[in-house]
């Protein structure tokens, strides 16, 4: 069952893959030195990012009846 349609798959795999990698990149690094440990819940949101635009199911998606996808690929 799918509901991330693909330019919001783009979307969040993009914006994933950037928060999971900027706190541990040395150019971005400085940004996040004085978050503690929020830097880890940013790569954690980063990640989930990623999970959700790789099983193409999001769970707020479900739970708020949201559809981005065309019902045919689902």
Do not use: E, H
Request: with cysteine; proline share 4%.
């Amino acid at each position: 069952m799918a509901n991330v349609g693909l330019i919001d798959r783009g979307f969040r795999f993009v914006v994933g893959a950037a928060l999971a990698a900027a706190p541990f990149i040395p150019q971005t690094a400085d940004i996040f030195a004085g978050w503690g440990d929020w830097k880890y819940a940013v790569a954690a949101a980063g990640a989930m990012l990623i999970a959700t635009a790789i099983f193409r199911f999001c769970p707020a998606y479900a739970i708020f009846g949201v559809r981005t996808c065309d019902l045919r690929t689902s």
